[in-house]
């Protein structure tokens, strides 16, 4: 069982998939070749399933920042008898800049430490567990590292500081004295690729630096962002980045599966999939907090994995996988503990086949949002996107699960009619960029016939609040994006009620907002969620109480671990961050509201 602190994790990415290490120096999440793939450590989720350690002995302090403008990490201990800087990072392809960021991902861990005065004893525990845990690999020495075995995976780590194997471990204990550094590096290829070699401490050191070099130059060309909370808005653009499939132009939910939405609760989920919702939101908050010119990628993506589904008359499905796959099929791990005995650990993600109507306002939102980058869209694109408007006219009488998935009966969700009202506005505003502009007259009907049914049966006189689904009484914070999306205007009292009614009955003790509290047909609870706190300090804002929305971002903005990343939810009880991590939607919510603060300052 893991119990080591969700934010005590810091992430690496190379844009295709992604580390999370400890603050004492141990990598416990890796999945080789891509976020999706099965972990090569995954002591995460049990202290059995993999992990690569490499810290002082005995008693050290530990601080650390990522190197500036990068996802690259700095970790510095400080022990009794001298200062160490352990630097790791997933290394990116030789010479990538800007745009080509994570093209050509060598699947490399890099790790180097550095003594920076006095001397340090330092250990080392390797110990790789292919597909979730289930294979113990098998390692042999070789000059300047070992290679490994272990089911369809070929491994190769470069360590020159005398390693001990024993039962499927390497281990060493090595002294760094002031100016010395030991190199790292940790290679991955399937049982189909040729098995990669160890490589030299020079070759290690000029990786680490391309690839600081790399997202150094991504940061410079993207991120432009001026407004209060800078740092936190250009640091959720990197993670953003860093959740980015480079290969397709998908983006993952979060880079984890089965951290739970209440500790040893039941509500563990995969995350390392990409929603049209989510990926449509994080490609609108790289508008602000760097500069999306990826959408093309993500939009010719989900041309690709959708339009033959959608041409043919089904619902855009909600979810991919992150290479196009339809199929999620959700199963259990019994093998794993799961954090902090948080049980069932599960992989794949049984909402895949949900109606969700709501997917297609996110997406023509996202597109509308973006349209100065989407010039040229080509005739699939333009035919696909024209479609989901259609399906949106055509779907939004129906009933569905809703934004969060609710595993009950469908039911006439205030959100979902209201992002099928967005698919209409946005598709009439890109109508003539869609080769559309025949349909504008039908579609500006149905826009109105959505508005009159949301403010005639959204709208509850008893909760004085729009409310969760048509006829309830129910709160649900996704009714905030109302103005958000322009719907209504902020200064609107209906809007403004709704506002005050999420303040003083959907907030914890802390003021942070619960996405509802009523019944969804899942046992169990779950924590505060830090988008829909982000959802209402920008409501706010939009409505004119800039202090209320600074003190609402500000109470969100205080989970932010020390290296800037969020997880999906926090604990009212104890105030740790719970969920998958990190998670896209929080630094999305973070982005967004910090911009709408900014604008309404001015």
Known sequence: MSSV??????????CHSAALTSRTGSVDWLCFPRFDAPSLFGRLLDDAAGHWSIRPVGEATATRQ?????????TIFEAPTGVVRLRDALAVGPNERGHQLGAGAPHALLRTVTCTS???????????????????????????GLIGRGGAAFLALSAKVGLQVADGVARARFTLRSGKTACFALQHASSTEPAPKVWSDTAIQRRMEDTVKAWRSWSEMHQSYEG????????SGRVLQGLTYYPTGAIVAAATTSLPETIGGARNWDYRFTWVRDASFTLEALWVAACPDEAHKFFDFLTGAALSHVRSGADLQIMF???????????????????????????????????QIDVYGELLGAAYRLRDQLTDLDPPT????????????????TKDQGIWEMRGDPRDFLYSKLMCWVALDRGIKLAPALGATDRIPAWTTLRQEIREAILAHGWSERAGAFTQSFGSDDLDASNLMIPIVGFLSADDPRVLATI???????????????????????????????LCTFWLA???ALAGRLADAKATFNRAAAFVNDVGLLAEEVDSATRELLGNYPQAFSHIGLVNAAWSIAQAER
């Open 66 to 74: 990522y190197v500036d403008g990068t996802l690259v990490l700095d």
């Open 118 to 144: 006095g001397a340090v004893e330092l250990e080392m525990e390797f110990s790789a567990r292919p597909e979730y845990g289930v294979v113990h690999a098998w390692l042999a020495p070789v000059k300047g």
């Open 538 to 540: 920008q409501a706010q």
């Open 382 to 397: 333009r035919e696909f996107l024209a479609y989901a408007v259609d399906m949106a006219s055509q779907r939004w009488r």
């Open 5 to 14: 602190p969700i934010a005590d994790y810091a992430l690496l990415s190379d």
């Open 228 to 235: 209060p909370w800078k740092d936190l808005v250009l640091q």
């Open 500 to 530: 005050d009614a999420t303040v003083e009955r959907l907030t914890d003790q802390h003021g942070l907002v619960y996405r509802y509290k009523g019944e969804d047909g899942l046992m169990g609870e779950e924590g505060t969620f830090l």
């Open 321 to 355: 996988g992150i290479g196009g796959e339809h199929d999620l099929t959700e199963r259990e791990l019994p093998h794993l503990s799961g954090w902090r005995d948080s049980r069932p650990v599960r992989i794949g993600n049984g909402a895949w086949d949900q109606r």
